[in-house]
């Protein structure tokens, strides 16, 4: 047997559970040595004198009264008897689980597993153990047809037949001394089948620093490859013509948006590749700055584009750039557009006549050529992956790319998680933008009270949102959704109000076609589900009601919170809600507490990891398997440190001592 084996020929894996394996990720014997557990539950014994109150413990003592079943309901029984441990009597109850009562003798001893609670000296049971031993055990994420006892058999009986004898080590020696990290071989054992919690602890600890040190040797291989292929690409920045433009503008810049700006052009006019993030709170201004940017560009001689998620966003950016360049062609480019149009537009990007162009990623499709694309902008950067961005830099001659993000990233995560760019902060909002008011209400003040306040503000020309989490109604989850709001709203308002409906399953030019109308008056309130998170200027509509809010994390909140405000008019965000957990009763706290974006996303890195903050599989980072940039910070910043040393050594990769990370770094697909 060889790590490279199909699984799919392991003693009790058929073509049938083959194809579920892979389901998970799982092709190979190394991808299943390497699918390690989500978390372990410690069936370990504690006298009840070592217990917290609440937690998931273990508890073996003597039954000293019998298990007796009462039923209530037509399905609801409870089981319970009493153990002694030492000299307390500990009440057990175990609910809907009768046939236990079969497992149940006097005078025996017994294990639990349950949730304890300190006040009552009782167990709510969970199971019955038949032995303590092997008692931290591991569990795996797993789907329908593979069951736990299967993945966990399958497991065993690899390690059985040897196959782990075959794991190599890819650290250097000199990183396992330094960081007494035990060996690959023995931390893919016990990250299955540790003895202890020891034993566990050391292998994550390794498996973590292995994970985040190859993130960081990727991310900085990325680095040097940009800077290696800088050469060639020099933007003359014509600083006078630039001066007056900015001085013609109808408002002032900000001081943190004329240091970004300085910081992008001194990175143009450098003949090194610029691979810059651009971040700043809702409303601070990026698109000005990157506007900005994009004149400086076309002025040098250049094209430039501009990508964004949807097609919303990228009508509105033509807008914008056509209002604030009138001297340029500037071009939109989305794929429901019309093909005479499309055919018209690729012409012109070819032989240059369009000088700036804004779309979707219908920008980096093969047809698209472009005549001498000198920059290159990605709005919310982590709706595209590291790949689609590689393509769009490969579309020019290695033009210069600056990312933007509207999600506040706490500036020392940043510069660590995304390692190959450099990053520019706007955390300052232009001047007489108004603070909004944010309230939390529950479900029941609804109806009473906020409904006829809208209404009375929507009487007085106030535009409003309503965001809804769900488009239809669903049977798992009890929301109020986007459909029955608005046949609710509409028979509240009746003919006080216009009401309208947006969601993500209506056709893009259905969508654009409403957000149109609502930019323009035509309704008064506006129905919708989070398809108008990002961007969408209203300068009219001064109120916000989120429905169901504590099923938002923090940084969508705020960016939802940003699509008011940004008018002369006072504005507003209601937040609805009735949270059960303390996590969703803290996440309304801090929004009504604070509107600074930064604040709000170091709570939210806290509450929520790093997986929903940079969004999922499209955000650049990889799928950690172990680790996790936010708890996993210290372990991180370490790892960037080594990797920054081993790369400051041109001949690095020539070293014996480095050639176990020249062969693992090969293998991947990051130097394509």
């Given amino acids: 047997m060889n790590l490279t084996d199909s699984i799919q020929f392991l003693k009790g894996v058929g073509p049938k559970s083959a194809e579920r394996y892979q389901q998970l990720g799982i092709f190979t014997v190394s991808d299943l040595l390497t699918y390690f557990p989500f978390r372990y539950d410690d069936f370990a014994a504690k006298p009840i004198f070592e217990l917290i109150d609440g937690e998931k413990t273990t508890i073996v003592g003597t039954v000293v009264t019998p298990a007796n079943v009462s039923y209530y309901g037509a399905r609801r029984n409870r089981l319970v008897f009493k153990i002694k441990q030492g000299e307390a009597v500990i009440s057990v109850s175990f609910f809907n689980q009768p046939y236990l009562q079969n497992k149940v003798e006097?005078?025996?001893?017994?294990?639990?597993?349950?949730?304890?609670?300190?006040?009552?000296?009782?167990?709510?049971?969970?199971?019955?153990?038949?032995?303590?031993?092997?008692?931290?055990?591991?569990?795996?994420?797993?789907?329908?047809?593979?069951?736990?006892?299967?993945?966990?058999?399958?497991?065993?009986?690899?390690?059985?037949?040897?196959?782990?004898?075959?794991?190599?080590?890819?650290?250097?020696?000199?990183?396992?001394?330094?960081?007494?990290?035990?060996?690959?071989?023995?931390?893919?054992?016990?990250?299955?089948?540790?003895?202890?919690?020891?034993?566990?602890?050391?292998?994550?600890?390794?498996?973590?620093?292995?994970?985040?040190?190859y993130f960081q040797l990727k991310l900085q291989?990325?680095?040097?490859?940009?800077?290696?292929?800088?050469?060639?690409?020099?933007?003359?920045?014509?600083?006078?013509?630039?001066?007056?433009?900015?001085?013609?503008?109808?408002?002032?810049?900000?001081?943190?948006?004329?240091?970004?700006?300085?910081?992008?052009?001194?990175?143009?006019a450098s003949p090194y590749h610029m691979n810059r993030l651009l971040q700043g709170d809702v409303g601070s201004g990026k698109t000005v700055v990157a506007s900005l940017a994009m004149y400086a560009a076309v002025q040098a001689g250049f094209q430039a584009a501009l990508m964004v998620p949807t097609e919303i966003l990228a009508n509105q950016h033509y807008e914008s750039l056509q209002e604030l360049f009138p001297e340029f062609s500037v071009g939109l480019l989305t794929g429901g557009m019309k093909t005479a149009e499309r055919r018209l537009l690729l012409a012109g990007l070819e032989d240059g006549s369009i000088q700036m162009v804004t779309g979707t990623h219908a920008l980096i499709q093969d047809a698209v050529n472009y005549q001498s694309l000198g920059l290159v902008i990605t709005d919310e950067q982590h709706r595209f992956g590291v790949k689609q961005r590689r393509v769009f830099r490969e579309k020019g001659q290695n033009p210069d790319v600056l990312m933007m993000t509207a999600t506040p990233i706490p500036r020392t995560l940043a510069i660590t998680a995304f390692g190959d760019m450099d990053v520019s902060i706007i955390n300052e909002l232009p001047a007489g933008r108004k603070p909004i008011t944010t309230r939390w209400v529950k479900h029941e003040q609804l109806t009473p009270s906020i409904l006829p306040w809208v209404a009375d503000e929507v009487h007085k020309g106030a535009q409003v949102y309503f965001i809804s989490p769900l488009i239809e109604e669903s049977e798992m989850i009890d929301l109020k959704n986007a459909t029955d709001l608005f046949e609710e709203l509409t028979a509240f308002f009746g003919d006080k109000a216009r009401v309208a409906l947006l969601h993500g399953r209506l056709k893009n030019a259905e969508k654009?076609?409403?957000?149109?109308?609502?930019?323009?008056?035509?309704?008064?309130?506006?129905?919708?589900?989070?398809?108008?998170?990002?961007?969408?200027?209203?300068?009219?509509?001064?109120?916000?009601?989120?429905?169901?809010?504590?099923?938002?994390?923090?940084?969508?909140?705020h960016q939802l919170r940003g699509r008011v405000g940004r008018g002369e008019k006072k504005s507003y965000t209601i937040l609805v809600a009735n949270p059960k957990s303390d996590g969703g009763k803290r996440r309304m706290q801090i929004m009504t507490e604070t509107q600074n974006g930064f604040v709000l996303a170091e709570e939210d890195l806290k509450m929520r990891g790093?997986?929903?903050?940079?969004?999922?599989?499209?955000?650049?980072?990889?799928?950690?398997?172990?680790?996790?940039?936010?708890?996993?910070?210290?372990?991180?910043?370490?790892?960037?440190?080594?990797?920054?040393?081993?790369?400051?050594?041109?001949?690095?990769?020539e070293k014996p001592e480095n050639q176990l990370l020249v062969a693992s770094l090969t293998e991947d697909d990051v130097f394509d």
């Avoid at 300190?118 to 931290?136: D, P, R, W, Y």
């Avoid at 172990?626 to 081993?646: F, G, K, M, S, W």
């Fill in 106 to 213: 006097l005078d025996a001893e017994i294990a639990i597993y349950g949730k304890w609670d300190a006040k009552k000296m009782s167990i709510t049971g969970m199971k019955i153990l038949a032995q303590v031993e092997n008692s931290f055990q591991p569990v795996y994420h797993v789907m329908q047809g593979i069951k736990q006892s299967a993945l966990v058999t399958l497991l065993q009986a690899v390690f059985d037949a040897g196959v782990g004898e075959l794991i190599t080590e890819n650290l250097p020696e000199s990183l396992l001394q330094k960081y007494r990290l035990v060996d690959r071989k023995t931390a893919v054992h016990d990250m299955h089948f540790p003895i202890d919690e020891s034993a566990h602890h050391q292998a994550l600890r390794r498996m973590k620093f292995e994970e985040l040190f």
């Fill in 512 to 557: 654009d076609q409403i957000m149109l109308a609502f930019k323009a008056k035509k309704y008064d309130v506006l129905v919708s589900t989070t398809v108008i998170e990002v961007g969408v200027n209203v300068p009219n509509a001064t109120i916000m009601v989120i429905m169901d809010a504590d099923r938002f994390g923090l940084s969508q909140l």
């Fill in 610 to 653: 790093s997986g929903e903050i940079f969004g999922t599989r499209q955000s650049g980072l990889p799928e950690f398997s172990v680790a996790d940039i936010v708890n996993d910070y210290p372990i991180l910043e370490v790892a960037r440190e080594e990797a920054v040393a081993i790369y400051q050594d041109p001949q690095w990769s």
């Fill in 221 to 268: 291989a990325l680095r040097l490859k940009d800077k290696a292929l800088a050469f060639g690409l020099t933007i003359k920045i014509d600083e006078q013509l630039l001066a007056v433009k900015i001085s013609r503008l109808p408002f002032t810049l900000t001081g943190a948006q004329s240091q970004s700006l300085r910081e992008i052009l001194a990175d143009m």
